[in-house]
């Protein structure tokens, strides 16, 4: 039997992630469910606990989503690995059936979702490169220690994506018409937000390079089936 291990890192959404847990708890497709609590300050861990299927790994301070989704991989027994951010807007089962059956059925070898909301350009070249939402086998990671150093926004660009193209990986999207993630500007306010984000895609910059981002979306254009 293919297992599949679900993984979430979560800081701060437990306005919004019992919907989120609500969707993949019980999914006939779905063995397992890891949280990573990454130091909220909020209801976070309390709303987590309402739920009888899932493995917490509480970190006591926020170390990053990189940091968090490698504990969450260690921990994990399944033979895919079901990344999906915990504050997703509108998600349903076939959503996350949609997302596991190309690599499941060896279709892919990875799939990345394309939410409705994402932004208007990754929208046109029907790619949304930085996406927290994919399914992966698991011995396709390799050295999952590599992302102890990755600042915390760095996952998707700075290993997932290398991994796509070191490796000639096949690459499925699957597009989410009905699934939303809030921008940063919804969640901690116009200010706060968009500080967030202006850190988040600094990083990236930072750790890739523009010239290497763009040779790194068309490599995984080119490998879209």
Do not use: C, H
């Given at each position: 039997m293919k297992k599949i291990s679900c993984i979430m890192p979560a800081y701060n959404e437990g306005s919004r992630i019992s919907k989120v847990l609500s969707v993949v708890n019980n999914h006939p497709l779905i063995n397992e469910i890891i949280i990573v609590n990454d130091g909220s300050t909020d209801n976070t861990l309390s709303t987590l606990k309402k739920f009888k299927n899932v493995k917490i790994i509480n970190n006591r301070v926020n170390l990053g989503k990189s940091k968090s989704v490698m504990k969450g991989?260690?921990?994990?027994?399944?033979?895919?690995?079901?990344?999906?951010?915990?504050?997703?807007?509108?998600?349903?089962?076939?959503?996350?059936?949609?997302?596991?059956?190309?690599?499941?059925?060896?279709?892919?070898?990875?799939?990345?979702?394309?939410?409705?909301?994402?932004?208007?350009?990754?929208?046109?070249?029907?790619?949304?490169?930085?996406?927290?939402?994919?399914?992966?086998?698991?011995?396709?990671?390799?050295?999952?220690?590599?992302?102890?150093?990755?600042?915390?926004?760095?996952?998707?660009?700075?290993?997932?994506?290398?991994?796509?193209?070191?490796?000639?990986?096949?690459?499925?999207?699957?597009?989410?018409?009905?699934?939303?993630?809030?921008?940063?500007?919804?969640?901690?306010?116009?200010?706060n937000g968009n500080l967030r984000l202006l850190k988040m895609c600094w990083q990236i910059l930072k750790i890739n390079g523009p010239i290497n981002l763009l040779r790194q979306i068309i490599g995984m254009k080119k490998r879209i089936i």
């Open positions: 991989v260690i921990a994990s027994r399944g033979e895919f690995i079901l990344f999906l951010d915990s504050d997703l807007v509108g998600l349903n089962k076939k959503n996350i059936t949609d997302l596991i059956l190309p690599v499941k059925n060896d279709l892919a070898d990875m799939s990345i979702s394309l939410r409705k909301n994402a932004p208007a350009l990754f929208r046109l070249i029907g790619l949304d490169y930085i996406s927290g939402e994919r399914v992966i086998r698991k011995s396709l990671l390799g050295d999952i220690s590599k992302l102890e150093i990755l600042p915390g926004w760095a996952i998707e660009s700075a290993y997932l994506n290398r991994k796509i193209l070191k490796d000639n990986l096949r690459l499925a999207v699957i597009k989410w018409q009905n699934v939303e993630s809030p921008y940063p500007s919804e969640k901690y306010g116009f200010f």
